[in-house]
């Protein structure tokens, strides 16, 4: 157990549609990265958060949104499903920028 | 920017034969290197990591990994596999410090360990 605790496990929804991921980090972790992993582009990584503010930004479409809370968890946000959306998202927090991040269990989502 | 080539995205191999998984990454910089572990349906796991110091590292179930700077690669190693080990594989890269800390990854290698 990573101590990255991520929910739904699984999400099944329809094109247009609009989801939340949740991500809570290890206890103590100030930065949150969100990635997303799918058969055709590996894992990419979509957005960071340090401390309740944005530090980088991948290839995150300007569908996606993402926040942390004063608490440090984080929510991604995925508006305007589109098929090609589906797949693994994954959270991962770490305690200082310069050392290894830990992951969650992910979010599999499904656009139908 | 920092990248990640894993050349191999398939290795089969059998039970108990070694196995070497190959990982380059393009930076002009000090790296910190990483070799992630998934396995079906989970998150990814830390397997060893390299930030300084002796460019050969090891990891508790048998793996290890070096640092070769000139050639610029970080590929794992095991001498005798299991069935267990059975799983994708990822290298993954931080160029510290400067602008991103972020880890970028490769494309993965699934190995597969056939009894």
């Known amino acids: 157990d990573s101590g990255v605790t991520q929910t739904p496990k699984h999400l099944i929804t329809a094109t247009g549609q609009r989801v939340t991921l949740r991500c809570s980090p290890r206890?103590?972790?100030?930065?949150v990265y969100w990635y997303q992993q799918s058969l055709d582009q590996g894992l990419q990584f979509l957005i960071q958060?340090?401390?309740?503010?944005?530090?980088a930004k991948g290839n995150i479409l300007e569908r996606f949104s993402a926040q942390q809370f004063p608490d440090l968890h984080s929510e991604l946000n995925l508006s305007s499903l589109e098929l090609g959306d589906s797949a693994l998202y994954f959270c991962a927090s770490s305690f200082q920028k310069d050392t290894e991040a830990f992951f969650g269990q992910g979010t599999r989502l499904t656009v139908v | 920017a920092q990248s990640v080539t894993q050349l191999d995205s398939q290795v089969p191999v059998f039970e108990e034969a070694p196995v070497e998984l190959r990982c380059n990454y393009s930076s002009s910089v000090s790296v910190y290197l990483f070799w992630y572990v998934q396995y079906p349906n989970q998150g990814l796991q830390l397997l060893l990591k390299y930030l300084s110091g002796s460019t050969l590292v090891e990891s508790i179930n048998g793996f290890e990994a070096e640092f070769n700077k000139s050639q610029t690669s970080f590929h794992l190693r095991k001498p005798s596999v299991h069935i267990s080990d059975t799983a994708e594989y990822f290298c993954a890269v931080i160029t510290p410090p400067g602008e991103s800390y972020i880890p970028t990854f490769g494309r993965g290698t699934s190995l597969i360990v056939h009894p």
């Open positions: 958060y340090y401390n309740g503010e944005e530090r």
């Open positions: 206890s103590g972790d100030l930065s």
